[in-house]
């Protein structure tokens, strides 16, 4: 496909390989290669699957090489051939190397470990998709953002939200970070964690209606969210039910058929063949859903923090490259992906789709 998006990703680990791998099942996109310092079995993967190789230090390139890779370049020269950048490093790293992104005038895309106000807007698909088109820099919001995000997403155009408190059960660290997280204990975020006021950023209009509190716990499969969301007009279950059913990245299922916990969920998506059991979408537990007569509704659901903010990343680029259709880009994305339920609607209104 002539003139496809020519996709830089900077950081080969969590996040970026997956990045990597959604950015190469797009048919309007090609990854132009990944940036990186490390030079152990992780950087394998990517030189297994053919992407191209740069050194993000220069100084590195020579250790890299001799190591066994196939180093092409160094980080300049992959944003000499980038459209855009998705940077993927650590928090404080990205920001470090914007000069050399601005030098080439390359579209920037950072994660959401990075602060709201180094870059133009913070970005969620189905919050504040029109607010970014042809923006030079924003940050895809963290996982939990995410889910949170998509969560309220389908309240926010059929109803008022009037407050929202979420209770947040975090994975101690990833899978792979064995040296980190609690090993027996609960480890509470003294105060208000960054959650609340991080989904403020892509949905300004829950400025003072939002609150929430964190812990991390001895497990690593994903992260859990207890919801409290009051609306103005109370929704009765059964249309909460198909309200969720319908948006894209959201999937109801009852535990009672399988899924009663987190490692059932990692089972099921493993079994059905997700690359590493990835599940990007957001896992309501049907029985959790409830409502009262004061609007009130309660609900429990589940995030994989490592998968769920791949959609918007590959969003948030047709965004920055001028794809004004948030539907449409939904779609394609979805459908490169393997996201699909038989209920979605992907003509669903989402509170994204226009300017504020």
Not at 38 to 62: F, N, T, W
Not at 172 to 198: C, E, F, K, M, Y
Not at 202 to 226: C, G, Q, R, W
């Amino acid at each position: 496909m002539a003139d496809k998006i020519r996709v830089g990703i900077v950081g080969y680990g969590v996040i970026g390989k997956r990045v990597a791998d959604a950015v190469q099942l797009q048919p309007d996109m090609d990854v132009t290669g990944v940036a990186d310092i490390i030079k152990d079995a992780r950087l394998e993967i990517a030189q297994k699957k053919g992407y191209p190789i740069y050194a993000s230090i220069p100084d590195l390139k020579e250790e890299m090489q001799k190591a066994g890779f196939e180093v092409v370049g160094i980080l300049e020269d992959l944003v000499k051939e980038s459209d855009i950048i998705i940077d993927c490093t650590p928090a404080g790293i990205p920001p470090k190397n914007f000069p050399l992104y601005e030098k080439y005038h390359r579209k920037i895309i950072v994660q959401g470990g990075e602060k709201d106000h180094v870059v133009q807007k913070s970005f969620s698909t189905f919050a504040n998709y029109a607010d970014c088109v042809n923006l030079e820099k924003i940050r895809v919001v963290s996982c939990n953002t995410t889910g949170i995000a998509r969560i309220l997403a389908p309240l926010m155009v059929t109803n008022e939200i009037e407050d929202v408190f979420v209770a947040l059960a975090r994975r101690a660290a990833d899978p792979v970070r064995t040296n980190r997280g609690p090993i027996n204990g609960v480890v509470p975020v003294l105060g208000i964690s960054h959650h609340g006021p991080d989904v403020i950023t892509v949905f300004p209009e829950l400025n003072d209606k939002i609150y929430s509190l964190a812990v991390a716990a001895s497990f690593t499969l994903s992260h859990v969210h207890m919801i409290k969301i009051k609306v103005k007009n109370p929704i009765d279950r059964k249309e909460l039910i198909s309200m969720w059913k319908k948006y894209p990245r959201i999937i109801v299922r009852r535990g009672k058929d399988g899924f009663n916990d987190t490692a059932q969920l990692v089972e099921y998506y493993r079994d059905l063949g997700r690359p590493r059991y990835d599940r990007p979408e957001v896992f309501i537990w049907e029985e959790t859903i409830n409502s009262d007569e004061k609007g009130n509704i309660y609900l429990i659901y589940d995030v994989h923090m490592e998968s769920i903010p791949i959609p918007e990343n590959i969003d948030a680029v047709r965004c920055l490259m001028g794809h004004t259709d948030v539907y449409k880009t939904v779609k394609l994305t979805d459908k490169s992906l393997g996201i699909f339920e038989s209920e979605y609607d992907y003509n669903a209104k989402l509170p994204g789709d226009s300017p504020r």
